[in-house]
């Protein structure tokens, strides 16, 4: 009888102990948006049964969260689309299309470490380009165009290409000194005591035919920037349109107008937070 005594009154604290748990795990299912695992569990509770105010605990939780999860959910699945589109985008080399989809996204849905990592990412592979778009203008000897992707790259702030940087910099300095030792070691022109000096004028390069060195070099120029322009890469393609223009002002210039509106068309309709997509802003 006492052992008896003693069940009766250890095994309803129990119980009572028991089902109370079963509550907090039904709230806690809510806290991480399963709510039709929490669901499933206060219809069980209901079959206990389990008090009204457990009951409603559990309803006000289910209630409360299922405007967040939804939109927690839609905005999952509106960031699997967006890394799918960035990952083309990326393998492709369309960087710029790759920042306004996540610029899109970021609009519409906020940013996290995920968007930032992204970024990071887009960031890397975009100082990546410039620095090999650098190195093709080092052996073109082309000190403007290799200083104006140096000082672009360098803006990024990319960590882990602040040793490549360095090096390009170097090799930069090295150019600057060899054009410099060169244009010093020019001979001087012969001249008489009673000769006229004319003044300098720049002397303009001299017409292009086809077959010449040149022009195939602006030609390859042009097929590049076409490249360019198709995958996105806008200033890419105004940087490569610009020298072929100096070549083959006829067939370039056109060409370096479009790339020219089309970038000022993509940067209006970033800034607007909208999508831009097949040239055009949606």
Same mark, same amino acid.
């Given at each position: 009888?006492?052992?008896?005594?003693?069940?009766?009154?250890?095994?309803?604290?129990?119980?009572?102990?028991?089902?109370?748990?079963?509550?907090?795990?039904?709230?806690?299912?809510?806290?991480?948006?399963?709510?039709?695992?929490?669901?499933?569990?206060?219809?069980?509770?209901?079959?206990?049964?389990?008090?009204?105010? #457990?009951?409603?605990?559990? #309803?006000?939780?289910?209630?409360?969260?299922?405007?967040?999860?939804?939109?927690?959910?839609?905005?999952?699945?509106?960031?699997?689309?967006?890394?799918?589109?960035?990952?083309?985008?990326?393998?492709?080399?369309?960087?710029?299309?790759?920042?306004?989809?996540?610029?899109?996204?970021?609009?519409?849905?906020?940013?996290?470490?995920?968007?930032?990592?992204?970024?990071?990412?887009?960031?890397?592979?975009?100082?990546?380009?410039?620095?090999?778009?650098?190195?093709?203008?080092?052996?073109?000897?082309?000190?403007?165009?290799?200083?104006?992707?140096?000082?672009?790259?360098?803006?990024?702030?990319?960590?882990?290409?602040? $040793?490549?940087?360095?090096?390009?910099?170097?090799? /930069?300095?090295?150019? /600057?000194?060899? !054009?410099?030792?060169?244009?010093?070691?020019?001979?001087?022109?012969?001249?008489?005591?009673?000769?006229?000096?004319?003044?300098?004028?720049?002397? $303009?390069?001299?017409?292009?035919? !086809?077959? !010449?060195?040149?022009?195939?070099?602006?030609?390859?120029?042009?097929?590049?920037?076409?490249?360019? /322009? $198709?995958?996105?890469?806008?200033? $890419?393609?105004?940087?490569?349109?610009? #020298?072929?223009?100096?070549?083959?002002?006829?067939?370039?210039?056109?060409?370096?107008?479009?790339?020219?509106?089309?970038?000022?068309?993509? #940067?209006?309709?970033?800034?607007?937070?909208?999508?831009?997509?097949?040239?055009?802003?949606?």
């Amino acid at each position: 009888m006492l052992l008896l005594g003693l069940w009766y009154l250890v095994k309803p604290k129990d119980a009572a102990h028991r089902l109370e748990s079963r509550v907090d795990d039904a709230v806690a299912l809510t806290e991480s948006c399963r709510l039709d695992e929490a669901r499933d569990e206060l219809a069980a509770l209901r079959k206990v049964p389990a008090s009204a105010a #457990q009951i409603r605990r559990v #309803q006000q939780a289910i209630s409360s969260t299922t405007a967040a999860c939804g939109k927690k959910g839609q905005r999952a699945r509106a960031w699997s689309d967006a890394r799918a589109a960035m990952e083309t985008s990326l393998a492709a080399g369309a960087l710029d299309k790759a920042t306004s989809r996540l610029g899109t996204f970021e609009k519409k849905w906020g940013a996290d470490d995920t968007t930032q990592e992204w970024r990071d990412r887009i960031a890397a592979r975009r100082a990546e380009k410039l620095l090999d778009e650098a190195n093709v203008c080092l052996a073109k000897k082309d000190r403007a165009c290799m200083e104006t992707k140096l000082d672009a790259a360098e803006k990024l702030k990319r960590p882990e290409s602040a $040793a490549r940087i360095e090096t390009l910099r170097g090799a /930069l300095s090295r150019l /600057l000194e060899t !054009t410099l030792l060169e244009g010093a070691g020019r001979p001087a022109p012969a001249s008489s005591a009673n000769a006229v000096v004319a003044p300098l004028r720049p002397s $303009a390069p001299p017409p292009l035919t !086809t077959g !010449t060195a040149d022009a195939d070099e602006a030609r390859k120029l042009k097929t590049e920037a076409e490249h360019e /322009l $198709a995958q996105g890469n806008y200033r $890419a393609a105004m940087g490569r349109a610009a #020298q072929c223009a100096t070549m083959l002002p006829g067939e370039c210039q056109p060409l370096r107008e479009k790339a020219t509106r089309l970038d000022r068309e993509f #940067q209006t309709c970033m800034k607007a937070g909208r999508e831009w997509v097949s040239e055009r802003c949606e």
